[in-house]
């Protein structure tokens, strides 16, 4: 079975240009979460999506947002970027739906703002 | 929120030590993961435990929930063995720092 995809692996960007991350998840996994890992710290939570719907948020601007599809996968939007938006974007996927709720993450897109 | 905290932040091991990793959590959890991160960056599951005791190989983990911690033993360990092993709690994943192991041939 598949893991949890994400595309694309590497993206360069300069200051003030938006971009869009993709995410799909576990096959039969319905929920959706984006973390943002800056270099030498532990992954930061940004948002989670279960069943099209916003779970939660994490103390991110409001350049970022997110939103999920039918089909389960998801997009990481980030406007206006700024140097310091450069980090790892990991996506997890889970079941969902409950509190109990094992994760598991993608390979990660790694984003570089100039 | 919750803090976790983990320590050590790092550790430098000989091939075949054993060492415990230690994750501290300042509220009661639902869910804890400990996973290992390697040099490209791929977050590894490796345990799924908010309370009691699993193992799986070399590796083991405890969580103490009612004490607000839990241990990741590595037994035996190895080269590949190396990177950033975090704890992360909660349903939106609380994570620790990470403490950053290095296991020398």
């Known amino acids: 079975d598949a893991g949890v995809t994400q595309s694309p692996t590497h993206l360069i960007k300069t200051r003030g240009q938006q971009v869009t991350l993709r995410c799909s998840p576990i096959s039969g996994h319905k929920s959706v979460s984006w973390y943002q890992q800056v270099l030498g710290q532990g992954p930061q939570f940004i948002f989670q999506?279960?069943?099209?719907?916003?779970?939660g948020r994490g103390n991110f601007p409001d350049r970022f947002s997110a939103r999920q599809f039918p089909n389960y996968s998801s997009e990481l939007n980030v406007n206006a970027l700024l140097l310091g938006d450069s980090a790892l974007y990991l996506c997890?996927?889970?079941?969902?739906?409950?509190?109990?709720?094992?994760?598991?993450f993608g390979p990660g897109t790694r984003l570089t703002v100039l | 929120g919750i803090q976790v905290e983990q320590s050590p932040p790092d550790l430098i091991l000989q091939e075949g030590a054993n060492s415990t990793l230690r994750c501290n959590f300042s509220d009661s959890v639902n869910n804890l993961q400990w996973f290992h991160q390697n040099p490209w960056g791929q977050l590894i599951n490796l345990f799924y435990?908010?309370?009691g005791t699993k193992q799986n190989g070399r590796l083991s983990a405890t969580t103490v929930a009612t004490e607000r911690y839990s241990l990741l033993y590595i037994s035996s360990s190895q080269t590949t063995d190396s990177g950033v092993y975090f704890c992360a709690v909660e349903r939106h994943m609380r994570f620790g720092a990470g403490t950053r192991l290095t296991v020398k041939p």
């Open positions: 999506y279960y069943e099209k719907e916003e779970r």
């Open positions: 997890a996927s889970g079941q969902g739906g409950s509190i109990y709720n094992e994760q598991f």
């Open positions: 435990i908010p309370s």
